[in-house]
């Protein structure tokens, strides 16, 4: 196939122009989204804990808390992402991707190479060593791939949140699949973590260059802006489709005893066209803005970038080096003094405008925020990392307890897209505020919680599809809440810091309640040794009602934070993108505005303007990885 020139239509005289096409799909957002869904779908191994957890279990002796203990620096490792923040606000996207790949083959080598015996039992905090670092690859990669593809859709921040996490979601059973049919279904869970290994580092290197920032064209419409919002529900579709054969797939190991090894051949196939077939639409889209007016399509995929500057009216070309003048020194002298750091703390702007990184913790929307997210996010994670024992105590076999985590990750996906859509469509329709959505959320998780606390016979299904959906749910909430009320300038860290709430949860609820509970029942019941087995639904009775508590504390937190942010989430959130567009004049991408009046932080020029002064704009070439 060969592609006519851009603009002209003409078509080209050999394949150059195929090449061009080519490359100006691998330099385009469109393939650049589609390559964070790819990282994205490899970077979930931390929620297919309770599928290998008994390996560790039983190779090392551990009991449940020293597990539960090793699951807390897991969920720590996955969500400590302050790190990878900070790195992300001074280095390129490459960066933070191949710290992450390195740490992921790093950790969970390690952990493969201890259990199976190829090296000295390591001690316990050794051990908690392996998997923080290997399950903090993750905070790397969502760091690296998801806030980039954020940055560059910002008026669709819900619906690239929602689809992202939902394929991180999705990963747990995408690895399930693999593992199957490479192990097969007697495995003990083993050869899943030399599977996790390399397989998502592989991805990040592969994917690296593409991911970078690519704003949006200024002279970007609304009809293009309409075309993007069908272009993200064919993800959608695509990502459902996904999700329905995984789920069929579930169902089929655990039904059918005897599947033949060709037929897992062939069923493994069948999942990788389909993780590759949002492709078509990449190129749908790219080959759009091939075809667009050559003027426009150059500034879309340009290498170059664009600086405003503005200068005094006065004085249009002012020597860098020259001297205040002396009425610049009596303003200078009579002008009063600067606010100091730790004042500015505590004078944070409005909602929507951006937070430094201090004003955004102090504040109390971030609290409330916070402690909703330990309550909520900690509950439904315990549950998912103790699905194993959990399925266990309750008289599953193994095979169930592996259609269990393989349903909390279908529906952790299903959760996940579902409130980032919904979210957004009901924002923009009916203005109800992100934080009522994940006060509903919490309220739903009580359930699911409920059905464990209880041992009602067959409940563990509906209990691991309700915690599945909750747990996904709560992610893109919790990221769009932080991005729309503290800004996208120190998103990176933001973030990170949001996603720390999840281990603190961890530790409480999961650790210090449900693992001790469940070693001091296994006791009452004879049990002695290491590797202690609770047998019953006594096992994890008391805990689970205790976290259906605390997680009914948390919908209350979110409804109060649902309650202050009312009137912020009433108004126009993306206004300032927009305006941003219109003021490019369709020839020139602008700088965005921040909320402080100055430029954002992708910005590379400052305003040198005095009282009276106009704008005069400067095109000043240069490489986009320079920016990055």
Not at 301 to 309: P, R, W
């Amino acid at each position: 196939m060969v592609f006519g020139d851009r603009g002209t239509g003409a078509p080209g005289s050999d394949g150059a122009s195929t090449m061009r096409f080519a490359l100006h799909v691998l330099r385009g957002r469109w393939f650049m989204f589609f390559a964070s869904i790819l990282i994205m779908a490899a970077a979930g191994g931390t929620y297919i804990f309770g599928i290998y957890s008994k390996a560790i279990k039983s190779s090392l002796g551990y009991d449940q808390q020293t597990l539960n203990t090793l699951s807390f620096f897991k969920d720590a490792g996955a969500n400590v992402g302050v790190l990878p923040g900070l790195i992300n606000e001074v280095t390129p996207p490459w960066v933070v991707l191949a710290c992450g790949a390195g740490m992921n083959l790093v950790g969970y080598l390690m952990i493969y190479l201890s259990i199976t015996g190829r090296t000295a039992p390591p001690p316990v905090w050794l051990m908690c060593l392996y998997i923080a670092i290997g399950s903090n690859s993750q905070s790397f990669a969502n760091t690296g791939a998801l806030v980039t593809a954020v940055k560059n859709f910002p008026e669709d921040r819900g619906v690239v949140l929602g689809l992202l996490k939902g394929f991180v979601g999705l990963s747990g059973a995408i690895f399930t699949q693999l593992y199957v049919t490479i192990y097969g279904t007697d495995n003990d869970g083993a050869d899943l973590v030399l599977l996790m290994a390399w397989l998502p580092a592989a991805i990040s290197l592969i994917f690296i260059p593409t991911i970078r920032f690519l704003p949006r064209n200024a002279a970007a419409g609304p009809a293009d802006r309409a075309r993007e919002r069908k272009a993200f529900f064919l993800f959608l579709y695509s990502s459902i489709v996904l999700a329905v054969y995984l789920l069929a797939m579930t169902f089929v190991d655990e039904e059918v005893t005897n599947f033949p090894k060709a037929g897992y051949y062939a069923t493994a196939v069948v999942l990788l066209l389909l993780i590759f077939l949002p492709i078509v639409i990449v190129v749908k889209e790219e080959l759009r803005t091939w075809h667009l007016d050559p003027a426009a399509a150059a500034a879309a995929t340009s290498s170059s970038i664009f600086l405003t500057i503005t200068v005094d009216d006065k004085n249009k070309n002012p020597p860098a080096s020259a001297a205040p003048t002396t009425d610049d020194n009596e303003r200078s002298s009579s002008s009063p003094p600067s606010i100091r750091w730790y004042q500015d703390v505590f004078r944070p702007p409005a909602r929507g405008q951006d937070y430094t990184i201090l004003q955004a913790l102090f504040s109390v929307d971030m609290l409330v925020l916070f402690v909703a997210t330990i309550c909520g996010i900690g509950g439904t994670l315990t549950a998912v990392d103790n699905m194993g024992q959990i399925g266990q105590s309750l008289g599953y076999p193994q095979r169930a307890v592996a259609t269990f985590v393989s349903l909390v990750s279908i529906w952790n996906y299903a959760g996940r897209v579902v409130s980032g859509f919904a979210s957004e469509y009901m924002l923009a329709r009916y203005k109800v505020p992100r934080p009522l959505v994940l006060t509903v959320v919490l309220l739903l998780a009580c359930v699911g919680h409920a059905l464990i606390a209880f041992g009602v016979h067959n409940g563990l299904y509906a209990a691991s599809v309700i915690l599945g959906f909750c747990f996904g749910a709560q992610w893109p909430l919790l990221f769009a809440i932080i991005s729309e009320v503290f800004g996208l300038k120190y998103y990176s860290t933001l973030y990170n810091f949001g996603a720390v709430a999840s281990p603190v949860g961890s530790y409480i609820l999961n650790v210090r309640i449900a693992g001790r509970m469940y070693d001091d029942e296994a006791r009452r019941q004879g049990q002695s040794g290491g590797d202690l087995t609770c047998i019953g639904v006594s096992c994890f009775r008391e805990s689970f009602i205790i976290i259906t508590g605390v997680t009914l504390l948390g919908a209350l937190v979110s409804l109060l934070l649902a309650w202050r942010t009312r009137k912020f989430y009433r108004g126009d959130l993306y206004g300032q993108f927009r305006e941003v567009a219109m003021a490019g004049g369709g020839k020139v991408h602008e700088p965005q505005a921040s909320s402080s009046g100055g430029l954002s932080d992708s910005d590379t020029a400052r305003d040198t303007s005095g009282g009276s002064s106009r704008s005069e704009t400067a095109v000043v070439h240069g490489e986009r990885q320079g920016l990055n």
